[in-house]
């Protein structure tokens, strides 16, 4: 009996999050408005993570980026620290993909980490971004991509602030700031 009042209480408490998950995101426009500044409420700036895929080809993306954005961006490239014009920038806003738009960083989460890169304690959201094993340089690190378009963004460590203890480290290239109203 007390099984089955565990398992109907997980299944309860599951049932309830994804309701709240649902009724959240189900008011939520898929973009910010025209002006490309997004207002202080997360509901009415559209601030949303897309799910929508984008694959495009090598030749694609050389035409849609600059050439330090596809170095960077699509073969993984790494910008030198301190030369970024985010590392220091401290403005109210939201982090899109430089490549695809995929929101990814909030600058409520943004920290000054010392490294001379961008940092953040955590993503917009999970769905944000997708995390990989880079072995390159002979050691293991976790590197961060964009959900949406599988684009290198930097890489993630576990000597970040609290609450998570992270410090998402990414190139200034792979991000576009939207300031809010």
């Not at 001379?116 to 961060?144: C, K, L, N």
């Amino acid at each position: 009996m007390k099984s089955l009042m565990r398992r109907t209480c997980c299944f309860a408490t599951a049932a309830g999050a994804l309701a709240v998950l649902i009724v959240f995101a189900a008011g939520r426009p898929a973009l910010g408005g025209p002006e490309n500044k997004v207002s202080a409420s997360p509901a009415a700036a559209g601030l949303v993570v897309l799910t929508d895929k984008v694959v495009k080809s090598d030749d694609e993306w050389r035409k849609t980026l600059t050439p330090e954005e596809y170095r960077i961006l699509r073969q993984k490239g790494t910008e030198i620290a301190f030369t970024g014009k985010y590392d220091h920038f401290y403005e109210k806003g939201v982090y899109r993909c430089a490549a695809c738009g995929q929101l990814l960083f909030g600058s409520d989460k943004k920290f000054n980490s010392g490294t001379g890169w961008p940092s953040f304690w955590a993503p917009f959201a999970p769905q944000s971004v997708a995390t990989h094993t880079d072995r390159t340089f002979g050691m293991a690190r976790i590197e961060v991509l964009c959900s949406r378009c599988g684009s290198h963004l930097g890489h993630v460590f576990d000597d970040g602030p609290p609450p998570t203890h992270l410090r998402y480290c990414m190139n200034s290239v792979a991000l576009k700031f939207v300031p809010t109203k």
